[in-house]
């Protein structure tokens, strides 16, 4: 995602060139510009919605894992004989958006 961030602004930058060449009136430029915006905010709230979901997926797992954990201690079985050791995810590191 953060390599995402940087194409993006890269690719604005390269927008805001084209569009200052292309001696568009200011009108049409704050045009496209809020046209831009509006995308921009829908995709930042799809990436803010799948982050979101996959903290909630990797607790989930987490809380899975706990759980068999508990209950293959109470009847005494160890873990060896799952043949895998189960291991708990660490929470996915947010990247920022705007």
């Known amino acids: 995602m953060e390599a995402l961030r940087k194409a993006m602004e ?5 927008l805001n060139e084209v569009l200052a060449s292309a001696n568009l009136s200011p ?3 704050g045009k496209l510009n809020r046209n831009m915006e509006d ?3 829908v995709k930042n709230q799809t990436i803010r919605d799948v982050q979101q979901e996959l903290e909630r997926i990797t ?16 009847y005494g079985i160890p873990i060896e ?6 291991r708990l995810e660490p929470l996915p590191r947010k990247i920022g958006v705007n």
């Open 10 to 14: 890269k690719k604005d930058g390269e």
């Open 27 to 29: 009108n049409v430029v």
């Open 39 to 41: 995308i921009l905010e």
């Open 59 to 74: 607790q989930l797992h987490n809380d899975a894992v706990r759980s068999y954990e508990a209950k293959l201690s109470e």
């Open 81 to 86: 004989e799952l043949g895998f050791v189960p």
